[in-house]
């Protein structure tokens, strides 16, 4: 599936935890490996561990220029599939996120149906823990 990364300590279990909220977390972790849905944290992680990790903003051009993760691209998600071939490479790994996590998740769809493998979504640029840069 396009996407699917397993969390760092997915399935660890602390002792604290009951059955029930056992079941809650690993639902939630399930939802979130389908989704790609990441934390700012480890996008951060991810793109100082790899070489060229697209950053794709697809909020609108003001949004952007209000705040953006430094060297994002925006591609607005109303534009993405007309402006697919600005990303070549389906198998590099790119970091979504938008204002509240709606159309970054529209835009994961979009780039998992178009074959591309390499998909997570941060939701929120206010998930970065980074400093936004404005245009």
């Known amino acids: 599936m396009a996407g699917c990364r397993a969390r ?16 809650q977390v690993s639902a939630t972790e399930e ?7 990441i934390t700012g944290v480890m ?7 790899n070489s ?5 903003d697809v909020r609108n051009p003001d949004e952007y220029n209000s705040g953006h993760v430094e060297g994002a ?10 402006r697919l071939s600005e ?10 996120y938008c ?5 970054s998740a529209s ?8 074959g591309y493998t390499n998909v997570y979504d941060m939701q929120r640029a206010s998930n970065w823990p980074g400093d936004l840069v404005e245009e």
């Not at 835009?107 to 178009?114: E, K, S, W």
Request: glycine letters at 8%; aromatic letters at 2%; proline letters at 6%.
């Open 8 to 23: 760092p300590g997915a399935g660890a279990q602390s002792p604290a935890v009951t059955s029930t909220e056992e079941e």
């Open 31 to 37: 939802e979130n490996i389908v989704t790609g849905i």
């Open 43 to 49: 996008a951060q992680e991810i793109r100082e561990s």
């Open 52 to 56: 060229g990790v697209i950053m794709l």
């Open 73 to 82: 691209i925006l591609i607005p998600v109303g534009e993405l599939e007309s």
């Open 87 to 96: 990303l070549p490479d389906k198998d590099a790994i790119i970091i979504l």
């Open 99 to 103: 204002r509240s996590g709606m159309r």
């Open 107 to 114: 835009a994961f769809i979009i780039l998992a149906n178009n």
